[in-house]
């Protein structure tokens, strides 16, 4: 707050708040308080002790603080990037970050200089294969907090794919990072079904492409994929030609077309993006990946067999 002093000339005055006691535990564990006097006006300065969660869930904790001090929110940030910045003035929320940014709308004052991490200012059209993977098994676990340590050991992930996979799904706003003691963990304030219709806009096509292969060419490390799983996970009747799925280059298949020749001496193979197996931790595509890479088939009763699953897993 020393900054508004230099950039605006006005005294502040910080000093401890006696009323955090009151607060329930998720708020003293998301932030640190203190009241201040600006230019004689008062409030509540906020600091997050870790990553910022949704504008959403913020509003929710700016309304709960509400009910204790009827003075203004004041969230002091270490940094910021321009899209937060943007989400924080669409909602009216005051903020300061010290030498870049203020902006305290209850006394007038707008000002920034700069935005923190430029390069990621661009929310991505589509989830990267790795976020996608951490996403679902995210859901996998019933929209339970999930450690990251586990998480990378479960689908495999290196430490830099974990923590890149876990920041893009923080950037789109689809979880939040919280640190418990040591632990590094996931957590969601949306239920699994609100999760996943929110991520929807954001899933990306699993199956690279579609090639064709005898049934002599059959490995046993492919996966029933497309509409042959989702007949084996309901009412659906298998189709003519069975799908396979599998997480091998094309060039393995040297004997392959990208036409159907004939139905009854070849089956369809699809080419993963990512292995879905990793996520069920089973010989079967977990469900939020096999409808997602069925997203686009118009039939009414594929869609209906897509929704009965999903609400399966909302149950």
Same mark, same amino acid.
């Given at each position: 707050?020393?900054?508004?002093?230099? !950039?605006?000339?006005?005294? !502040?005055?910080?000093?401890?708040?006696?009323?955090?006691?009151?607060?329930?535990?998720?708020?003293?564990?998301?932030?640190?308080?203190?009241?201040?006097?600006?230019?004689?006006?008062?409030?509540?300065?906020?600091?997050?002790?870790?990553?910022?969660?949704?504008?959403?869930?913020?509003?929710?904790?700016?309304?709960?603080?509400?009910?204790?001090i009827?003075?203004?929110?004041?969230?002091?940030?270490?940094?910021?990037?321009?899209?937060?910045?943007?989400?924080?003035?669409?909602?009216?929320?005051?903020?300061?970050?010290?030498?870049?940014?203020?902006?305290?709308?209850?006394?007038?004052m707008?000002?920034?200089?700069? #935005?923190?991490? =430029?390069?990621n200012?661009?929310?991505?059209?589509?989830?990267?294969?790795?976020?996608?993977?951490?996403?679902?098994?995210?859901?996998?676990?019933?929209?339970?907090?999930?450690?990251?340590?586990?998480?990378?050991?479960?689908?495999?992930?290196?430490?830099? %794919?974990?923590?890149?996979?876990?920041?893009?799904?923080?950037?789109?706003?689809?979880?939040?990072?919280?640190?418990?003691?040591?632990?590094?963990?996931?957590?969601s304030?949306? %239920?699994?079904?609100?999760?996943?219709?929110?991520?929807?806009?954001?899933?990306?096509?699993?199956?690279?492409?579609?090639?064709?292969?005898?049934?002599?060419?059959?490995?046993?490390?492919m996966?029933?994929?497309?509409? %042959?799983?989702?007949?084996?996970?309901?009412?659906?009747?298998?189709p003519?030609?069975? %799908?396979?799925?599998?997480?091998?280059p094309?060039?393995?298949?040297?004997?392959?077309?990208?036409?159907?020749?004939?139905?009854?001496?070849? #089956?369809?193979?699809?080419?993963?993006?990512?292995?879905?197996?990793?996520?069920?931790?089973?010989?079967?595509?977990?469900?939020?990946?096999?409808?997602?890479?069925?997203?686009?088939?118009?039939?009414?009763? !594929?869609?209906? #067999?897509?929704? =009965?699953?999903?609400?399966?897993?909302?149950?």
């Amino acid at each position: 707050m020393e900054y508004l002093e230099r !950039v605006l000339g006005v005294k !502040v005055i910080r000093s401890k708040w006696d009323k955090e006691n009151k607060l329930p535990y998720y708020l003293v564990d998301r932030y640190s308080f203190e009241l201040a006097k600006i230019d004689e006006m008062s409030v509540l300065i906020v600091k997050p002790k870790g990553e910022l969660d949704t504008i959403n869930a913020i509003k929710k904790h700016i309304s709960r603080l509400g009910g204790i001090i009827s003075c203004p929110v004041v969230f002091e940030l270490s940094e910021i990037t321009r899209q937060r910045k943007k989400s924080f003035i669409d909602a009216r929320i005051p903020f300061v970050v010290a030498g870049k940014q203020i902006y305290l709308p209850f006394m007038g004052m707008l000002l920034w200089e700069k #935005c923190d991490r =430029e390069q990621n200012l661009t929310i991505p059209n589509r989830l990267q294969p790795s976020s996608q993977m951490l996403l679902f098994a995210f859901l996998q676990g019933k929209g339970k907090p999930m450690q990251m340590s586990r998480m990378a050991e479960q689908l495999q992930f290196s430490a830099m %794919t974990i923590s890149r996979a876990a920041s893009q799904l923080t950037e789109v706003g689809l979880l939040q990072k919280k640190m418990v003691g040591n632990q590094k963990l996931l957590v969601s304030e949306l %239920t699994s079904e609100e999760l996943f219709r929110k991520a929807e806009p954001f899933l990306a096509a699993p199956v690279k492409k579609t090639i064709y292969i005898s049934k002599t060419d059959k490995q046993e490390d492919m996966f029933l994929s497309g509409l %042959t799983a989702l007949a084996e996970e309901t009412m659906l009747n298998p189709p003519i030609m069975e %799908t396979l799925g599998c997480v091998c280059p094309e060039r393995d298949f040297p004997d392959r077309s990208n036409q159907l020749i004939d139905a009854e001496m070849q #089956c369809a193979l699809q080419l993963w993006r990512y292995d879905p197996r990793l996520i069920s931790q089973s010989s079967r595509i977990d469900v939020f990946s096999l409808a997602t890479s069925l997203k686009d088939e118009s039939d009414e009763r !594929v869609e209906q #067999c897509i929704e =009965e699953l999903l609400k399966k897993e909302w149950r």
